[in-house]
């Protein structure tokens, strides 16, 4: 089941922190402690949700959270996601693909007429996974809703009412 995340408290921080493990672990050795990355990813967070057109989205298994992404609307009806992530225990088990059809179902009725995605080009699980979902590969430059070139990637693009195959 999609949930949208609508406030920040510790909870909800511990429970996003286990969804991007791994991601967080890879970020550790910016900040001086646990406590001091727990504290800035809450601040974030909070302004990120603040926003409108900034959403945190997590598919969930019962009351367990099994995936997470961040949408951003750049300009009018377009989107960009980004962290799309799924607990280790639980890839390969469908979960990435149903937040990702749930979070694109869910753009498209807020209007979204284009939504973009950067991938490495060694992260081929996620390939497959925005493939699947009807995402395809561009040549255009990998610029990131921010405006900031992702150098060595790929950007992606999902056009609703259109599939890959097209």
């Not at 979070?103 to 991938?119: D, F, N, S, V, Y």
Request: charged share 25%.
């Amino acid at each position: 089941m999609l949930l949208q995340v609508t406030e920040i408290d510790a909870a909800v921080v511990d429970r996003l922190f286990a969804v991007y493990a791994e991601s967080m672990g890879d970020l550790a050795e910016n900040f001086d402690s646990a406590e001091e990355m727990r504290e800035s990813y809450a601040g974030f967070l909070r302004e990120f949700i603040r926003e409108p057109g900034q959403l945190v989205q997590i598919e969930t298994d019962g009351d367990q959270w099994v995936s997470g992404l961040r949408t951003v609307e750049y300009r009018p009806s377009f989107w960009f996601i980004e962290a799309v992530e799924t607990t280790p225990a639980r890839r390969g088990q469908g979960f990435g693909k149903r937040l990702l059809t749930h979070t694109l179902e869910r753009l498209t009725r807020l209007g979204a007429k284009q939504i973009e995605c950067i991938i490495s080009p060694d992260n081929t699980a996620s390939q497959r996974l925005h493939a699947a979902c009807g995402f395809v590969p561009t040549d255009d430059e990998p610029v990131n809703c921010w405006e900031e070139t992702e150098t060595g990637c790929i950007l992606w693009r999902y056009s609703p009412g259109r599939t890959g195959e097209e």
